[in-house]
């Protein structure tokens, strides 16, 4: 990951998340830790070299047409559809992606 993170800070690589994502990662941050520690980490995600990615209805279609399709949550469907739509990797350590990787390509983090 670090290595992705220093190429978009190199302008090397792009990276981009959906605004729904940063939410899911806020809320279950705040459920686990607490709203100061969701609070900073929103904030430490703000440093970062990536595009967060607003929502229209353009997205949200695409990312209902794959809940719709394919086992997979909701907010994970909008990072499957941004990938589908920057012909992008997704990169993650998720195994619900497992069922869209006929879609898109995917980069497996390494088990913790």
């Known amino acids: 990951m670090r290595v992705l993170l220093e190429a978009a800070r190199d302008q090397e690589a792009s990276l981009y998340m959906s605004l729904i994502n940063v939410g899911e990662v806020y809320y279950l941050m705040r459920r686990m830790k607490g709203q100061a520690e969701a609070e900073e980490l929103l904030a430490d995600l703000r440093t970062l070299p990536l595009?967060?990615?607003g929502v229209g209805e353009e997205r949200v279609l695409a990312a209902a047409k794959l809940k719709a399709d394919y086992a997979i949550s909701y907010a994970d469907a909008f990072a499957a559809a941004l990938a589908q739509e920057f012909n992008a990797?997704?990169?993650t350590g998720d195994p619900e992606f497992r069922s869209?990787?006929?879609l898109i390509t995917v980069m497996w983090l390494p088990d913790r």
């Open 51 to 53: 595009m967060v990615c």
């Open 89 to 91: 990797q997704l990169v």
């Open 100 to 102: 869209v990787e006929s």
